[in-house]
């Protein structure tokens, strides 16, 4: 099994095994929630160091040991991305799979478990057309008010939805346009959406234009674009014009 194949039978497994916690109606929405996170990361981990043992590995879920910094390929995976979304039996949450190459992240997959999908980095499908008028994702709990200002100065309708993964992937399914965020992330929230994004051929970068780094001692991530190659150019100048 290649790292993509890999990749996506490991997300979308996971994504069962998190419904099958959640169809036990055993817990309430916030033990389900850390049911859930412990369940999916304990499989994801094992089954990692089963299968590519030399590699380095980052959960949100895990305890890092700095050993994976030494390492030019290491997987950064997200049991449960959206934690409350699951807890609260929406479908706007993902397990994120993902594989960085000296800092890229190149192959992936992320699960919708909820819609029934894995999207991942091997089975790129072309992009829909742009929706009219633009779509841009914001947080349906915590709108950020750059996103929000962006939005007005392109004319773009908001979008509010759930975890990043979802909201990455609604681009790629061209449900949106423009996934824009500033309010901080780490780098399980975007290693495997972005790897699949970037295969999809969308824009993926920081909010002034650099690449996104992974493995990095500092796992923080303040910032993310993704989006339709072009309008990567406007929302760039936008998000510039807003002196962040």
Request: glycine letters at 8%; charged letters at 25%.
């Amino acid at each position: 099994m290649n790292d993509a194949e890999l990749a996506a039978h490991l997300a979308e497994t996971a994504g069962r095994i998190l419904l099958d916690v959640r169809a036990a109606g055993v817990f309430s929405a916030k033990a389900l929630g850390k049911a859930g996170d412990q369940t999916a990361n304990q499989f994801l981990v094992h089954a990692l160091r089963e299968a590519r043992p030399d590699d380095g590995l980052l959960s949100e879920e895990m305890k890092c040991d700095g050993t994976r910094l030494e390492k030019s390929r290491v997987w950064i995976i997200d049991p449960v991305d959206g934690t409350r979304e699951y807890g609260e039996e929406r479908e706007d949450w993902a397990v994120h799979v993902g594989l960085a190459i000296d800092g890229v992240a190149t192959i992936g997959a992320v699960a919708l478990p909820g819609a029934g999908l894995v999207l991942r980095t091997d089975q790129p499908a072309p992009l829909a057309p742009a929706n009219t008028p633009l779509r841009m994702l914001i947080s349906r709990t915590r709108p950020a008010a750059e996103a929000v200002a962006v939005a007005e100065k392109l004319g773009a309708e908001l979008l509010p939805m759930g975890s990043a993964g979802a909201k990455a992937m609604a681009v790629v399914r061209g449900e949106a346009d423009i996934y824009l965020h500033t309010g901080g992330q780490y780098e399980w929230d975007s290693a495997a959406p972005v790897a699949v994004a970037a295969a999809y051929g969308l824009h993926c970068s920081r909010v002034d234009g650099s690449p996104i780094r992974y493995n990095q001692e500092d796992v923080y991530l303040p910032d993310l674009l993704i989006c339709r190659p072009e309008f990567a150019e406007p929302v760039l100048s936008a998000v510039a014009s807003l002196k962040l």
